[in-house]
Structure formats: structure tokens, C-alpha cells
């Protein structure tokens, strides 16, 4: 399975961002995704989650409210629609998928920078 992470980029706060991951490969054997962030100086941490159907979602308490996972499997990709984004949401974000068989799979990375 490969992950790409596509969307990121320079905002300032207030202001909204979609991020994408594509995945390829074994696409059939991906069952949960998920969105996590790892800002400088810090451990990285899970922002987002989503079921196998789209129907079960979990947030992180500080992006409660203003990010929303999603997921299209006819295109095998994940969203993350980040609104009202705040300098404390500066971090790179990754994309990770869950297989059937246990693995979780990471993609490279977007940057996000939102400005005060």
C-alpha cells in the first residue's frame, strides 16, 4: 500500500484546507484510515480517524469542530477539510492506513503552516 498526501500549504488563521491521501497498491486490504500531525519539537499525534464505510469517525478534542475526516473508497482517498485553522495546527501531517492483516501503512507528509 503507498500513501500520498497532497493539499498543504501556507494559511493564515481563520482560513480552511483540504488535505488528500491517495492510496494505491493492495487497496483492497485497507480497512480503518486515519489523519495524524507531528509539529517541531513534538511527538506525533492522531488528529483523525475513519472506519473501513466512512461511518465511524473520531477526532482529537483540540480539532473537534473544525476538521472533518472523509473518505471516497471508489477512488481509494481520504479527506481531512480543515477549517478555522489556528497557528497551533503548524504541524506535518501524514496520512496512515490500517490493512486487514494489521499493518499500518504512513505516507510522506504535508506541511501545513497556518500564520497568525
Known amino acids: 500500500v503507498q500513501l500520498v498526501e497532497s493539499g498543504g500549504g501556507l494559511v493564515q488563521a481563520g482560513n480552511s484546507l483540504r488535505l488528500s491521501c491517495a492510496a494505491s497498491?493492495?487497496?483492497?486490504?485497507?480497512?480503518?484510515m486515519g489523519w495524524y500531525r507531528q509539529a517541531p519539537g513534538k511527538e506525533r499525534e492522531v488528529v483523525a480517524g475513519i472506519t473501513s464505510d466512512g461511518a465511524g469517525t473520531n477526532y482529537a478534542d483540540s480539532v473537534k469542530g473544525r476538521f472533518t475526516i472523509s473518505r471516497d473508497n471508489a477512488k481509494n482517498t481520504a479527506y481531512l477539510q480543515m477549517n478555522s485553522l489556528k497557528p497551533e495546527d503548524t504541524a506535518v501531517y501524514y496520512c496512515?492506513?490500517?490493512?486487514?492483516?494489521?499493518?499500518?501503512?504512513w505516507g510522506q507528509g504535508t506541511q501545513v503552516t497556518v500564520s497568525s
Open positions: 496512515a492506513a490500517l490493512t486487514d492483516w494489521g499493518r499500518k501503512y
Open positions: 497498491g493492495s487497496t483492497f486490504s485497507i480497512n480503518a
